[in-house]
């Protein structure tokens, strides 16, 4: 299993191959595929996406905002007024 997490917060991160042994997972040296398919994900990972996907965010904050402000705010203005009863006492 290949393991690449740079967001966990663990330092340093547990970034490698990692195998069951028959009682407990553990890790072990990479393969030459491994090895490349790590440094795939490093050259796309470490490159600063992070500012993508915060952006992306803020776009989706946004246009979720957008769509369904207006329509509360519309709801609350067109309510209809509760009318009052008189009653005979």
């Known amino acids: 299993m ?3 997490d740079r967001l966990g917060g663990a330092y340093p991160p547990p970034n490698g191959v990692f195998a069951w ?3 407990a997972m553990g890790q072990v040296p990479p393969t030459a ?3 490349e398919i790590l440094d795939a994900m490093a050259a796309r990972d470490d490159t600063g996406t992070w500012n993508l996907w915060a952006g992306l965010r803020l776009v989706h904050l946004l ?5 369904y402000l207006p329509l509360v ?3 609350w203005r067109l309510k209809p007024a509760k009318q009052v009863s008189a009653s005979v006492v």
């Open 63 to 67: 246009s979720f905002f957008g769509y």
């Open 73 to 75: 705010i519309l709801r």
């Open 2 to 4: 290949l393991i690449y």
């Open 21 to 23: 042994n028959g009682q």
């Open 33 to 35: 595929l491994d090895e």
